[in-house]
């Protein structure tokens, strides 16, 4: 039985490119976002893939992403679940700010911590303990058990919100999730053994497949 699940961070939004801290903010794809997206789709498609269910969060910049790259792979039609257990997460005070103005602000290292450790949140927003501890819940009780029935399974996300899921699927810790970025654009392929850690991992990029 395939077991596959594939995690894909949206494409680069317009925040994204004024270095703008997103968070819940609700910002559109910009045109290389869009081209992001549709080369996911094409990648997937020319690898072989596809999905009978796709998961996003409430943003738009993951809702497009995911119908992109469904279009791409003529699955437009497909369930497309959407919930903001898988939002990207809160980033509080920081919430469209520049990320250069904050660090002239509270220094390169307090930014530092609140962009990268695992638990110490931004004022007013959700560190990324808080964040895993809506989504890994959701994964659990919502998407893994479509991958275990043998469905295969998109996830179009954010960052942090996936990095939440990586964490676990790679079987990272506090420490090592900190210097984990993942790449606009650039679809994670999982496929997960019977009791459901994972079996293989590949990073997939035109030309390019990357077996971890």
Same mark, same amino acid.
């Given at each position: 039985?395939?077991?596959?699940?594939?995690?894909?961070?949206?494409?680069?939004?317009?925040?994204?490119?004024?270095?703008?801290?997103?968070?819940?903010?609700?910002?559109?794809?910009?045109?290389?976002?869009?081209?992001?997206?549709?080369? +996911?789709?094409? $990648?997937?498609?020319?690898?072989?893939?596809?999905?009978?269910?796709?998961?996003?969060?409430?943003?738009?910049? +993951?809702?497009?992403?995911?119908? =992109?790259?469904?279009?791409?792979?003529?699955? /437009?039609?497909?369930?497309?679940?959407?919930?903001?257990?898988?939002?990207?997460?809160?980033? /509080?005070?920081?919430? /469209?700010?520049?990320?250069?103005?904050?660090?002239?602000? $509270?220094?390169?290292?307090?930014?530092?911590?609140?962009?990268?450790?695992?638990?110490?949140?931004?004022?007013?927003?959700?560190?990324?303990?808080?964040?895993?501890?809506?989504?890994?819940?959701?994964?659990?009780?919502?998407? =893994?058990?479509?991958?275990?029935?043998?469905?295969?399974?998109?996830?179009?996300?954010?960052?942090?919100?996936?990095?939440?899921?990586?964490?676990?699927?790679?079987?990272?810790?506090?420490?090592?999730?900190?210097? =984990?970025?993942?790449?606009? /654009?650039?679809?994670?392929?999982?496929?997960?053994?019977?009791?459901?850690?994972?079996?293989?991992?590949?990073?997939?990029?035109?030309?390019?497949?990357?077996?971890?």
């Amino acid at each position: 039985m395939e077991r596959l699940l594939v995690l894909a961070r949206h494409g680069q939004s317009d925040w994204n490119l004024k270095k703008l801290f997103t968070g819940w903010r609700d910002p559109e794809l910009t045109d290389l976002g869009v081209e992001e997206a549709r080369n +996911a789709g094409r $990648w997937l498609k020319e690898q072989g893939y596809g999905f009978d269910v796709a998961f996003t969060s409430n943003l738009k910049r +993951a809702q497009r992403t995911c119908a =992109l790259i469904l279009e791409e792979m003529d699955l /437009g039609d497909i369930e497309t679940i959407r919930n903001e257990a898988l939002n990207e997460r809160d980033y /509080g005070d920081l919430s /469209g700010l520049n990320k250069d103005d904050a660090r002239e602000r $509270w220094g390169d290292a307090q930014v530092h911590q609140w962009r990268r450790s695992y638990d110490v949140p931004p004022p007013g927003g959700e560190s990324l303990k808080d964040t895993a501890a809506r989504v890994l819940p959701y994964y659990i009780q919502f998407i =893994l058990p479509r991958v275990m029935a043998g469905e295969r399974v998109l996830v179009a996300a954010h960052g942090n919100s996936l990095r939440a899921l990586v964490m676990v699927l790679d079987g990272m810790t506090t420490k090592t999730i900190a210097s =984990l970025e993942i790449a606009t /654009g650039i679809p994670l392929v999982y496929q997960l053994k019977a009791d459901t850690t994972v079996e293989s991992k590949t990073v997939l990029e035109h030309d390019i497949d990357h077996k971890v």
